[in-house]
T-cell receptor, first 114, second 113 residues
Framework: DGGITQSPKYLFRKEGQNVTLSCEQN?????MYWYRQDPGQGLRLIYY???????QKGDIAEGYSVSREKKESFPLTVTSAQKNPTAFYLC?????????????FGEGSRLTVL | GQNIDQPTEMTATEGAIVQINCTYQ??????LFWYQQHAGEAPTFLSY????GLEEKGRFSSFLSRSKGYSYLLLKELQMKDSASYLC??????????????FGQGTTLQVKP
């Protein structure tokens, strides 16, 4: 079945360590997105990519980095420069070729920094 | 800056109708989305409006007025499983369906028996 796979689902890390969250999609979608969600809050955009080898900063990109070397993959690295990395991270993709272009989300990765 | 406002919390009774409002002030507009999110889960797509008017989908309807920067999500015949957060989101770019999509803070709806 087509979909978006995020891994790991739960991740614990010590302060000062970089961590990479994986996001893979087999929907053949052009665009991919990373959002962060804190308890009781909406989704805030970290980075997004409309096409392979290109990406743009969202509203809270500081302390994060991404790459888009393949259409299917959009990994997110949470670096030690991110001051409050503990959060629920959601990856999404959308089809730019027609329809509404709604986002399809992965199951999320919950990162806890100890 | 971009601003999307929704009420933080709402409560309604099973079987009733509830309307969740969303107002937005953004630098661009290429569609408004509503998503449902149950606690601890990923959001799921409910509806999309790009032109003014009402879109109906079963028990859910969504309305858009671009001139007023206003949308609402209407839920009819409420069921207990409708207890969730409802997220309003605006796509900013005017020429692509892959443009930047920003979300409001979400409205947590509690349905009571």
């Amino acid at each position: 079945d087509g979909g978006i796979t995020q891994s790991p689902k739960y991740l614990f890390r010590k302060e000062g360590q970089n961590v990479t969250l994986s996001c893979e999609q087999n929907l053949n979608h052009d665009a991919m997105y990373w959002y962060r969600q804190d308890p009781g809050q909406g989704l805030r955009l970290i980075y997004y990519s409309q096409i392979v080898n290109d990406f743009q900063k969202g509203d809270i990109a500081e302390g994060y980095s991404v790459s888009r070397e393949k259409k299917e993959s959009f990994p997110l690295t949470v670096t030690s420069a991110q001051k409050n990395p503990t959060a629920f991270y959601l990856c999404a993709s959308s089809d730019g070729t027609g329809g509404t272009g709604e986002l399809f989300f992965g199951e999320g990765s919950r990162l806890t920094v100890l | 800056g971009q601003n999307i406002d929704q009420p933080t919390e709402m409560t309604a009774t099973e079987g009733a109708i509830v309307q969740i409002n969303c107002t937005y002030q953004t630098s661009g507009f290429n569609g408004l989305f509503w998503y449902q999110q149950h606690a601890g889960e990923a959001p799921t797509f409910l509806s999309y409006n790009v032109l003014d008017g009402l879109e109906e989908k079963g028990r859910f309807s969504s309305f858009l007025s671009r001139s007023k920067g206003y949308s609402y999500l209407l839920l009819k015949e409420l069921q207990m499983k409708d207890s969730a957060s409802y997220l309003c989101a605006v796509r900013l770019h005017g020429s692509s369906n892959t443009g930047k999509l920003i979300f409001g803070q979400g409205t947590t709806l509690q349905v009571k028996p």
